[in-house]
């Protein structure tokens, strides 16, 4: 907001002296609402000894911060709030900037950052680099493969007086979140430290030493992981210094992944001993890995390396790095912390280059995100713990390490919901490190709501959630389980006392998958009591799996080209130890967890399960898979498939229509209409324009290739 007549940029020039500031003072009083005089501004070429005015804006946000808490404490804060305007530009930051409840607004005060009107303004975690030269050192050069030679180009970044790289970490399925090592960014999209083989490929597992091998509780063998793995071939022995090298990979299981720095490479017996602490499971022979962090392996554009005992970055670009933006990662911490902060919202924002999370909200009521970009960045996008009431809208989540937004809310002991809500947001290649269980979107508590979103190009699933009362609704989700298996896009596992969850008029489309593949909404290890209708499932494996549960409604949606739409099994009636322990001890551990006679209120199909658990010891006999109605479905292709002690008439099946095979007159993504006199009695139109990314004011274009 800018008072009549003045630039409204600061790169346009407020500090020409194009009005005297008395005068424009005068003039914007005639011409605004009292309320908005109380507005304060930012620049990056402004000063905090300015007061912080239109043409007079501050140079930092921690100077708008104390204006606006000043307001605050002599009782000005205005009705209708205030807002603290960001011009144009880049604001880098070296620790996370910190809101507390002294910067909360009220219901009827509320309290607005935003950036400027159509202005890029940035909130900076990382260092522009600029200064690379040709690489003239003769033994690094040795090093190189010969095609980069004359491609690949050296920064002294100690010479800039950068010396906190942070460093690779183990992280993964099961590992700890810990803020990343630097990473480099080029115009805006992650560069791929040097590896082999190169992205896209894996090596597999040639074996693991005789005297390592155990069983993996599922009737094969796995080498423990003390006792390393063996590879083939001896791409290693053109390694100078194999001692920083480090390996990713799929080591068990296609769900399980992690990052392991090599201990010891016995290049004789082709040997890889990985450092402690190991990580999950062990070494199964023909899965998945890589070799990462090897200098000899820089061989293609987009590919880089740091020696962090000399701080020199080597670095192949993919493009001409004169007029590129070059960007490190740095910051160690948050770009934006909320702690116990109300009524609060933040608008228009680039956050991008933090080794950390993007924002961090705990506590409090009613923040909102809106029109926000959260990109490059080392951990997840957005976290919220606690709180109630706060919502993530129309915001752009891109690139990140390990999730894209973090709900945990609402209490599980009395039902009370989060409140909290996220909407038309877009996502794109989250899981760039971690890849397992850092989902789009992960949901745990009581009463989220995730609507109106597009999540696309992930190694793992899309969305998870753990807890009850969840809306998951109108969200596109395709490509998908990229590089991982027997996962699905929308998934929950392993308690009868998540109830409530309604996932409704989604879209799902065209998942990928490796080994056991991909599934579309995946009730996992016997969760229970999900609704799943309205949605459209079109090329997904497994669109529908019942694994084991209980009391789940499949009703009213359409499946073309899935493999099949629903597939059940009864693993909780299964007798070896994994599974009988699984229901025996950790689900009834679980029921027990919470309150009874509330949740069988709010639950009645809780009650059935009474009468199992009513055995215990060797007289336990398991938990089938009752209580499941799957009616008034339309199906082109493949229908239903019961397996692992499921059988066809423990499901309630009712007015469900199928065409199999699908035919050339199966709906296709351009219409999904249904031809009059196809669907089932009953089947209620799909909305497919509702579903997705909705235009709005902050979300005034819709992505092109959605």
Same mark, same amino acid.
């Given at each position: 907001?800018?008072?009549?007549?003045?630039?409204?940029?600061?790169? %346009?020039?407020?500090?020409?002296?194009?009005?005297?500031?008395?005068?424009?003072?005068?003039?914007?009083?005639?011409?605004?609402?009292?309320?908005?005089?109380?507005?304060?501004?930012?620049?990056?070429?402004?000063?905090? *000894?300015?007061?912080?005015?239109?043409?007079?804006?501050?140079?930092?946000?921690?100077?708008?911060?104390? $204006?606006?808490?000043?307001?605050?404490?002599?009782?000005?804060?205005? !009705?209708?709030?205030?807002?603290?305007?960001?011009?144009?530009?880049?604001?880098?930051?070296?620790?996370?900037?910190?809101?507390?409840?002294?910067?909360?607004?009220?219901?009827?005060?509320?309290?607005?950052?935003? $950036?400027?009107?159509?202005?890029?303004? !940035?909130?900076?975690?990382?260092?522009?680099?600029?200064?690379?030269?040709?690489?003239?050192?003769?033994?690094?050069?040795?090093?190189?493969?010969?095609?980069?030679?004359?491609?690949?180009?050296?920064?002294?970044?100690?010479?800039?007086?950068?010396?906190?790289?942070?460093?690779? /970490?183990?992280?993964?399925?099961? !590992?700890?979140?810990?803020?990343?090592?630097?990473?480099?960014?080029?115009?805006?999209?992650?560069?791929?430290?040097?590896?082999?083989?190169?992205?896209?490929?894996?090596?597999?597992? $040639?074996?693991?030493?005789?005297?390592?091998?155990?069983?993996?509780?599922?009737?094969?063998?796995?080498?423990?992981?003390?006792?390393?793995?063996?590879?083939?071939?001896?791409?290693?022995?053109?390694?100078?210094?194999?001692?920083? &090298?480090?390996?990713?990979?799929?080591?068990?299981?296609?769900?399980?992944?992690?990052?392991? !720095?090599?201990?010891?490479? +016995?290049?004789?017996?082709?040997?890889?001993?990985?450092?402690?602490?190991?990580?999950?499971?062990?070494?199964?022979?023909?899965?998945?890995?890589?070799?990462?962090?090897?200098?000899?392996?820089?061989?293609?554009?987009?590919?880089?390396?740091?020696?962090?005992?000399?701080? &020199?970055?080597?670095?192949?670009?993919?493009?001409? $790095?004169?007029?590129?933006?070059?960007?490190?990662?740095? #910051?160690?911490?948050?770009?934006?912390?909320?702690?116990?902060?109300?009524?609060?919202?933040?608008?228009?924002?680039?956050?991008?280059?933090?080794?950390?999370?993007?924002?961090?909200?705990?506590?409090?009521?009613?923040?909102?995100?809106?029109?926000?970009?959260?990109?490059?960045?080392?951990?997840?996008?957005?976290?919220?713990?606690?709180?109630?009431?706060?919502?993530?809208?129309?915001?752009?989540?891109?690139?990140?390490?390990?999730?894209?937004?973090?709900?945990?809310?609402?209490?599980?002991?009395?039902?009370?919901?989060?409140?909290?809500?996220?909407?038309?947001?877009?996502?794109?290649?989250?899981?760039?490190?971690?890849?397992?269980?850092?989902?789009?979107?992960?949901?745990?508590?009581?009463?989220?709501? &995730? =609507?109106?979103?597009?999540?696309? *190009?992930?190694?793992?699933?899309?969305? #998870?959630?753990?807890?009850?009362?969840?809306?998951?609704?109108?969200?596109?989700?395709?490509?998908?389980?990229?590089?991982?298996? +027997?996962?699905?896009?929308?998934?929950?596992?392993? *308690?009868?006392?998540? =109830?409530?969850?309604?996932?409704?008029?989604?879209?799902?489309?065209?998942?990928?998958?490796?080994?056991?593949?991909?599934?579309?909404?995946?009730?996992?290890?016997?969760?229970?009591?999900?609704?799943?209708?309205?949605?459209?499932?079109?090329?997904?494996?497994?669109?529908?799996?019942?694994?084991?549960?209980?009391?789940?409604?499949?009703?009213?949606?359409?499946? &073309?080209?899935?493999?099949?739409?629903?597939?059940?099994?009864?693993?909780?009636?299964?007798?070896?130890?994994?599974?009988?322990?699984?229901?025996?001890?950790?689900?009834?551990?679980?029921?027990?967890?919470?309150?009874?006679?509330?949740?069988?209120?709010?639950?009645?199909?809780?009650?059935?399960?009474? %009468?199992?658990?009513? /055995?215990?010891?060797?007289?336990?006999?398991?938990?089938?898979?009752?209580?499941?109605?799957?009616?008034?479905?339309?199906?082109?292709?493949?229908?239903?498939?019961?397996?692992?002690?499921?059988?066809?008439?423990?499901?309630?099946?009712?007015?469900?229509?199928?065409?199999?095979?699908?035919?050339?007159?199966?709906?296709?993504?351009?219409?999904?209409?249904?031809?009059?006199?196809?669907?089932?009695?009953?089947?209620?139109?799909?909305? %497919?324009?509702?579903?997705?990314?909705?235009?709005?004011?902050?979300?005034?274009?819709?992505?092109?290739?959605?």
């Amino acid at each position: 907001m800018n008072f009549p007549g003045w630039p409204t940029s600061p790169a %346009r020039g407020y500090n020409a002296g194009r009005r005297d500031w008395i005068l424009g003072l005068l003039v914007g009083c005639l011409c605004l609402p009292w309320s908005l005089l109380a507005d304060f501004y930012v620049a990056p070429d402004g000063s905090d *000894d300015f007061p912080g005015s239109a043409n007079r804006p501050f140079a930092t946000v921690e100077r708008a911060q104390a $204006a606006v808490r000043r307001l605050k404490v002599n009782g000005a804060l205005p !009705r209708g709030g205030l807002t603290v305007w960001l011009y144009e530009g880049d604001y880098p930051r070296t620790t996370a900037l910190e809101f507390t409840e002294a910067d909360s607004g009220t219901s009827l005060s509320p309290i607005k950052w935003r $950036a400027e009107e159509g202005a890029r303004v !940035r909130w900076l975690g990382g260092r522009r680099l600029t200064g690379f030269v040709p690489v003239t050192n003769a033994a690094i050069l040795a090093r190189l493969p010969e095609s980069a030679r004359t491609n690949v180009l050296e920064l002294d970044l100690r010479a800039l007086g950068l010396t906190n790289f942070g460093a690779l /970490q183990s992280r993964g399925f099961s !590992r700890p979140t810990t803020p990343a090592h630097s990473e480099l960014f080029f115009n805006g999209r992650p560069m791929t430290l040097a590896r082999w083989p190169n992205e896209g490929s894996f090596e597999k597992i $040639a074996g693991f030493p005789a005297d390592s091998g155990k069983g993996d509780d599922h009737g094969g063998k796995i080498g423990e992981l003390p006792g390393g793995f063996l590879y083939t071939g001896d791409r290693p022995r053109t390694w100078q210094n194999p001692t920083n &090298v480090w390996v990713h990979g799929y080591w068990a299981w296609d769900w399980a992944n992690s990052y392991e !720095r090599i201990a010891d490479l +016995d290049l004789e017996k082709r040997r890889i001993l990985t450092a402690p602490p190991h990580g999950l499971y062990g070494f199964r022979t023909g899965q998945r890995f890589y070799f990462l962090n090897v200098l000899e392996e820089l061989d293609q554009p987009g590919e880089w390396y740091l020696e962090t005992a000399t701080g &020199v970055l080597y670095f192949w670009p993919p493009g001409p $790095a004169q007029n590129a933006e070059i960007l490190l990662s740095l #910051l160690d911490q948050p770009l934006i912390r909320l702690q116990d902060v109300s009524h609060l919202t933040l608008r228009g924002f680039i956050l991008e280059g933090s080794r950390g999370n993007g924002v961090e909200i705990r506590g409090g009521t009613s923040n909102r995100l809106a029109g926000i970009t959260l990109r490059n960045l080392g951990n997840n996008g957005l976290t919220i713990e606690g709180g109630r009431g706060h919502s993530v809208v129309s915001c752009n989540l891109f690139d990140t390490g390990d999730g894209g937004v973090t709900l945990s809310g609402g209490n599980r002991q009395t039902l009370e919901p989060s409140g909290h809500v996220v909407e038309n947001c877009h996502f794109q290649r989250q899981g760039r490190w971690s890849k397992c269980y850092v989902p789009a979107v992960l949901l745990s508590g009581v009463g989220h709501q &995730v =609507r109106h979103n597009l999540i696309q *190009d992930h190694p793992h699933c899309a969305i #998870l959630f753990n807890g009850n009362d969840h809306l998951i609704e109108y969200n596109e989700i395709h490509h998908v389980a990229l590089e991982t298996g +027997d996962v699905g896009a929308i998934y929950s596992g392993r *308690d009868y006392s998540f =109830r409530g969850n309604r996932v409704r008029f989604n879209y799902l489309h065209e998942t990928g998958g490796v080994g056991m593949g991909s599934m579309g909404v995946y009730l996992d290890d016997c969760v229970s009591g999900v609704e799943v209708s309205g949605n459209l499932f079109y090329k997904v494996h497994w669109a529908v799996f019942i694994g084991g549960g209980r009391d789940h409604r499949v009703e009213n949606n359409l499946f &073309v080209d899935c493999d099949p739409a629903v597939r059940v099994d009864g693993r909780g009636l299964d007798k070896s130890p994994v599974w009988r322990d699984m229901v025996n001890i950790f689900m009834r551990q679980q029921l027990a967890a919470v309150p009874a006679p509330l949740y069988r209120e709010r639950y009645p199909a809780l009650k059935s399960l009474d %009468r199992w658990y009513a /055995q215990t010891g060797e007289a336990f006999q398991g938990v089938p898979p009752e209580g499941n109605m799957v009616k008034r479905n339309l199906c082109y292709g493949p229908w239903l498939d019961t397996a692992w002690n499921a059988r066809p008439e423990d499901l309630q099946l009712e007015n469900n229509v199928v065409v199999n095979p699908a035919g050339e007159n199966a709906p296709r993504p351009s219409q999904f209409t249904v031809p009059a006199g196809i669907a089932p009695p009953g089947f209620e139109p799909i909305p %497919r324009d509702r579903i997705g990314l909705q235009k709005d004011a902050d979300r005034p274009r819709l992505p092109l290739n959605r």
